[in-house]
C-alpha cells in the first residue's frame, strides 16, 4: 500500500487491512518513509483508533525484523525493560535491575532502548558504559 493512500484512508476514519497494514510497517521499520511520514502515518493511525488486525501486523513486522538471541543451556532465563511513561524523569531502574540480578546469578536478557520520556533509557546507559549496542 502506498503511503498517501493509507494516510487518507485513516484520515477518512477507515481501518487498514492486515496486509495493508503490514505494508505500511514494511515500509516504516526499513527506512523508506522520512521520519515526518512516520509521524503523520503514525498520529493518523492513534487519532482513528488502532484495530486488533492493524496492531497484529505491525507487531508481526517488528518480530520478524527483530534480533533473535539464542540462549543454550539455560532453562531459567529473565528479561527487564522499563516502559517509560511515568511522568517523574526518574532514573533507568530496569537496566539497573539487570545488574543486581545477574550478580545474583541469574541469567538476564535485557533490551530497551532510547530515552523517551525519561532522563535516560536502557540503550543510552549501556552505551555510556561501554556496551557495543
Known amino acids: 500500500m502506498n503511503y498517501k493512500k493509507a494516510l487518507e484512508a485513516l484520515i477518512a476514519g477507515?481501518?487498514?487491512?492486515?496486509?495493508?497494514?503490514?505494508?505500511?510497517?514494511?515500509?516504516?521499520?526499513?527506512?523508506e518513509l522520512t521520519p515526518a511520514q512516520i509521524a503523520g502515518f503514525l498520529i493518523a493511525l492513534r487519532i482513528k483508533g488502532e484495530t486488533v488486525d492493524e496492531i497484529t501486523?505491525?507487531?508481526?513486522?517488528?518480530?520478524?525484523l527483530?534480533?533473535?538471541?539464542?540462549?543454550?543451556?539455560?532453562?531459567?532465563?529473565?528479561?527487564?525493560?522499563?516502559?517509560?511513561?511515568?511522568?517523574?524523569q526518574t532514573f533507568n531502574v530496569s537496566t539497573v535491575s539487570?545488574?543486581?540480578?545477574?550478580?545474583?546469578g541469574?541469567?538476564?536478557?535485557?533490551?530497551?532502548?532510547?530515552?523517551?520520556?525519561?532522563?535516560?533509557?536502557?540503550a543510552d546507559v549501556l552505551e555510556a558504559l561501554g556496551v557495543n549496542v
Request: proline share 0%.
Open 14 to 31: 477507515q481501518d487498514l487491512s492486515h496486509a495493508e497494514m503490514l505494508s505500511m510497517m514494511q515500509q516504516v521499520m526499513q527506512g
Open 66 to 88: 527483530s534480533t533473535k538471541v539464542n540462549i543454550e543451556g539455560t532453562t531459567h532465563l529473565i528479561d527487564t525493560c522499563g516502559t517509560g511513561g511515568d511522568g517523574i
Open 98 to 104: 539487570a545488574f543486581v540480578a545477574a550478580a545474583a
Open 57 to 64: 501486523a505491525a507487531a508481526t513486522v517488528m518480530r520478524a
Open 106 to 122: 541469574a541469567k538476564v536478557a535485557k533490551h530497551g532502548g532510547r530515552s523517551v520520556s525519561s532522563t535516560c533509557g536502557s
